[in-house]
């Protein structure tokens, strides 16, 4: 980034109702020559743990007066502490000074008779309602009008000069020196005095060497004479590097700070975009259309406009983590531009490692140009962001800046910044509108759920040259696109029957130590002929713990939902007192083919390699498999609809066939609904029953019980529920 030349401070302009005094004109440095002979010397008091009342008078309160701004929050992440425990940031500081209806408070130094230097709160001016300095007794009307570019720092320009002599800083004084930290730390205000010699040493990666000092502290003599401001959490190693008059930083002024805020604002309008996923309705099973299930929250996050970045002419990176049983029912995708204008795009490949999707406009559109940059130079510097919130169905950027306060170790070793406030909604640029880092999270492998989806962090912009340069074959997860409905309606199966474990099984299968009592795990009641678990030699009474799917870092547990029926009979007794507007939410009385470990699988995507471990007589045993396509299901299978008749049947299929025990060569389709008020309702059928015969002809197939239903006159079906069979006789209404 372009680094403004250093510069004295420049006296405050007059306001327009208000003349300045003409001292408070002169230059900065002429008034800490002055302030410097008002100065006196006060022995080793800093040694004695006495404050020089000069040193002290300049040390000032920052007061900052925050409000909401259209439904958001404030946060200065500036002000934030790191934890204690963990060193990362869990709190936001200005929650509780809201919540006690008072202004967030930080020290300063005051540097000049109108002049003081504060750490930056890292905080969006929409929230901002005023900021006032306290100097002594005196509260002083203050504004922004400059920020350090490579230190966590800003300059506030008071309304009046203070009526104390500033900070006179003597960069060449000899040693000893002493850190002078003052704050609210929770118990009061506060003034910390130490030896510097007595700072920690921190040696980073690559070897430069820091001292650890007290964030925000003036580092003097031991007589109290200003040295030198440190404003971050360390100092480099090499004195000549810090021993200077803030004066002499790099400093960005108000009016090139605002240039800069229109660079990046005008670069993420353009190019940071909104798509819409067109995706098939998931199909819901009866009597669950209205059941929570743990990604009904990811269906309806989906509906919403995801963002999006325009990262080539012809390429769009969508954020959006969509597993390939999603991927799957993708339609289309449309764009919306920053100025409401709408394009249509096609699916290009989902990142294997990232949870990204890119598509292709049908024009070229506008890109975000790339900054090559090393995240460990750009600690504590100033770095732009755009930062994203939801508005309904629109999108509001609000550009700001924010700094990075350390350097981790994220998503495959690479360099993960972190920030002292939430930022997984924030795009980096630097003063040009160049793009320096966004927000993306690695794809996450096997169960997907909202609560443990890992949380996006700031990833550099050179990762996105593959995306948008490189064939999809070289970044693409090929099993993670999008299918025709047939095919995304087909199972991917093991082939089994399960119940969900609980302790007492847990304790006679001999798993408990293996389950956590029965708190996750399945027990096999049944494996189907011809499917991957017979090929492989599960058997009735194995117990799934679970699987490694192929790149995964842990395992998935297995642990399914217990079937609405499988302790308590279907009612098919009370099946005629059921009203008819109740038909759509009976669910089947079946256990479906489709439960939590198959769509777990599906989830992986058709070929995926996985691991399955089981326990079978308490001895832990393991398959290497693979995700295969099942036979057609009943929720998958085709349908037969007759409106006329107010009924759809469909064909058996595998579980259905062995609830009704019926063999393959034996009549029979299922039917699948009845329309309240229709025909066949009145007539008295009820979904789920079995339709053996059609004017005494047996049919087995959609296309025989088509062609018997074709005959002119009255439709006599022989209808069986569950073991009784009885004749129902329909006629079609006239039209």
């Not at 506060?190 to 990666?205: E, G, K, T, V």
């Not at 021993?243 to 108000?254: C, G, V």
């Not at 999008?482 to 119940?499: F, I, K, T």
Request: with cysteine.
């Amino acid at each position: 980034m372009p680094m403004p030349m250093p510069m004295p401070f420049a006296p405050a302009p007059a306001a327009p109702s208000r003349r300045i005094p003409g001292v408070v004109r002169a230059t900065a440095f002429a008034l800490l020559a002055l302030a410097g002979a008002a100065q006196v010397a006060a022995g080793a008091a800093l040694e004695r743990g006495e404050l020089p009342a000069a040193l002290g008078s300049a040390l000032v309160r920052v007061e900052l007066t925050v409000a909401p701004h259209e439904g958001d929050s404030p946060e200065a992440g500036g002000w934030n502490k790191r934890c204690p425990n963990c060193g990362e940031f869990h709190r936001n500081a200005l929650e509780g000074v809201m919540r006690e209806e008072r202004p967030g408070e930080i020290g300063g130094f005051l540097v000049a008779p109108d002049r003081v230097i504060a750490p930056d709160p890292l905080i969006h001016p929409r929230f901002v309602q005023e900021w006032r300095v306290r100097v002594g007794d005196e509260l002083i009307p203050a504004r922004p009008e400059a920020w350090a570019i490579d230190r966590p720092a800003m300059r506030l320009v008071l309304e009046r000069p203070a009526r104390v002599a500033p900070l006179a800083f003597r960069s060449d004084a000899p040693a000893p020196l002493y850190t002078v930290h003052h704050g609210d730390e929770g118990n009061g205000w506060n003034i910390w005095m130490q030896p510097l010699a007595a700072s920690s040493w921190l040696i980073a990666d690559g070897g430069a060497r820091y001292r650890a000092v007290p964030g925000s502290s003036v580092i003097a003599t031991a007589d109290g004479a200003p040295v030198a401001l440190a404003l971050g959490e360390r100092l480099p190693a090499a004195e000549s590097a810090w021993r200077a008059s803030p004066a002499s930083w790099n400093w960005i002024e108000a009016d090139a700070y605002a240039a800069a805020v229109a660079r990046v604002d005008v670069a993420a309008q353009a190019s940071i975009v909104r798509a819409e996923l067109r995706l098939r309705p998931k199909p819901a099973r009866p009597g669950e259309e209205h059941r929570w299930s743990p990604d009904a929250d990811l269906e309806k996050e989906l509906q919403r406009p995801q963002t999006a970045l325009v990262i080539a002419p012809r390429r769009v990176l969508v954020l959006a983590d969509l597993a390939p049983g999603v991927t799957a029912r993708l339609e289309g995708v449309r764009l919306v531009l920053g100025d409401g204008a709408e394009v249509d795009a096609t699916f290009v490949g989902s990142a294997a490692d990232y949870g990204v999707l890119v598509v292709e406009p049908a024009r070229d559109l506008v890109p975000l140009r790339r900054a090559e940059a090393s995240w460990s130079a750009l600690r504590d510097h100033m770095l732009y962001l755009a930062d994203l919130r939801a508005a309904g169905e629109r999108q509001r950027v609000h550009v700001g800046h924010l700094r990075m306060a350390s350097l981790g170790t994220g998503f495959r070793g690479a360099p993960k910044p972190v920030f002292a406030r939430d930022v997984k909604a924030c795009f980096f640029f630097d003063d040009q509108g160049r793009l320096l880092g966004l927000p993306m999270a690695r794809r996450q492998v096997g169960k997907v759920e909202r609560w443990n989806r890992p949380d996006p962090q700031t990833v550099a912009s050179a990762e996105l040259a593959r995306y948008a340069e490189a064939p999809a074959a070289e970044w693409a997860a090929a099993r993670n696109r999008p299918l025709s409905e047939a095919e995304s309606r087909r199972l991917a199966w093991l082939g089994v029957e399960l119940q969900s474990l609980n302790d007492q099984l847990a304790l006679t299968h001999d798993v408990s130590t293996l389950t956590d009592n029965g708190d996750h795990g399945a027990l096999v009641t049944f494996v189907h002929a011809d499917s991957p678990a017979a090929a492989a030699g599960l058997r009735a009474g194995d117990v799934l713990i679970r699987f490694w799917p192929e790149g995964a870092t842990e395992p998935v547990k297995i642990d399914i939902e217990e079937h609405r029926f499988a302790d308590t009979p279907f009612p098919w007794e009370q099946y005629d007192q059921i009203p008819e507007h109740f038909f759509e939410r009976i669910p089947a009385p079946w256990p479906t083919a489709e439960h939590e470990f198959h769509q777990q699988l599906k989830n992986l995507g058709e070929g995926t390699p996985y691991r399955l471990e089981y326990a079978r007589s308490g001895q832990l045993a393991s398959l290497e498999l693979r995700v295969e396509a099942g036979p057609a299901h009943f929720e998958s299978a085709p349908e037969l609809v007759r409106a006329d008749l107010g009924l759809r049947a469909k064909e058996l299929t595998f579980e259905t066939r062995r609830f009704f025990q019926r063999a393959a060569d034996e009549p029979g389709l299922v039917l699948s609904r009845i329309e309240p008020g229709g025909v066949a309702a009145v007539a008295g059928l009820k979904p789920f029953e079995l339709i053996l015969a059609i004017n005494d002809a047996p049919v087995r197939t959609m296309a025989e019980m088509e062609a018997a239903m074709g005959a002119a006159g009255p439709i006599r079906l022989e209808v069986r529920r569950m073991h009784q069979n009885r004749v129902v006789v329909l006629t079609a209404r006239a039209e």
